[in-house]
């Protein structure tokens, strides 16, 4: 039982490349999310995905795109990178719910030159 | 309007002595609330939550936070501090239905010294 993994650990990008960073979780979940986070700040949502084939955005969805492929996967895409995008992105799960616990991935440290 | 301040970006504490994060949040709504430790180059951690039943919640490795309502805050305690508790903790609060109503604090580095 992993829990939630997220690929790549690090990643450089120039400005304007684009990629898609992946998350994972075996938990069987219904609700999936993205974060970032900057030093002095607390996480910030990116995108939600309620249930299997429904995205929400969160507070800071602009510059990005997601796609809930399955139960288990939900993956985050920058289009054309920004170095305004440099963070930390962590991925998370929970059954679903208000007050339900989330569960974190390990994150992916992202610098955009 | 600021959810959830933590009051102290950084402590530091002596091994064996005991530890206080501090934490207080705003929501009009019966809030949940949650601490979070991350350990460096790792994700978040649940240390512990409080969601309406007994406002003293015990956590993991020690930990526990009491639910003040007259004082909206949550406190983070550990009688005694362990080298292995130097982390970032993160008090979060959910205000109301929904993802967006999820507040995470700015964080409080915790440094242990030996």
């Known amino acids: 039982n992993a829990g939630v993994t997220q690929t790549p650990k690090f990643q450089v990008l120039k400005t304007g490349q684009s990629m898609t960073l992946q998350c994972a979780q075996d938990m069987n979940h219904n609700s999936m999310y993205w974060y970032r986070q900057d030093p002095g700040m607390g996480l910030r949502l990116i995108y939600y995905s309620a249930s299997e084939g429904t995205t929400d955005k969160g507070e800071v969805p602009n510059g990005y795109n997601v796609s809930r492929l399955n139960k288990r996967e939900f993956s985050l895409r920058l289009e054309s990178a920004a170095p305004s995008q440099t963070s930390v992105y962590f991925c998370?799960?929970?059954?679903?719910?208000?007050?339900?616990?989330?569960?974190f991935g390990p994150g992916t440290r992202l610098l955009v030159l | 309007a600021q959810s959830v301040t933590q009051l102290d970006s950084h402590v530091s504490v002596s091994e064996g002595t005991p530890v206080l994060l501090r934490c207080n949040y705003s929501s009009s709504y019966s809030p949940s609330l949650f601490w979070y430790v991350q350990h460096p180059n790792k994700g978040l951690q649940l240390l512990l939550k409080y969601t309406s039943a007994a406002t003293l919640v015990k956590g993991i490795n020690g930990f526990e936070a009491e639910f003040k309502k007259s004082e909206t805050s949550f406190h983070l305690t550990k009688p005694s501090a362990h080298m292995s508790d130097a982390a970032e903790y993160f008090c979060?609060?959910?205000?109301?239905?929904?993802?967006?109503?999820?507040?995470f604090g700015t964080g409080t580095r915790l440094t242990v010294i030996p």
């Open positions: 979060v609060v959910r205000t109301g239905a929904g993802a967006n109503n999820l507040f």
């Open positions: 998370a799960s929970s059954e679903g719910g208000s007050g339900k616990t989330q569960y």
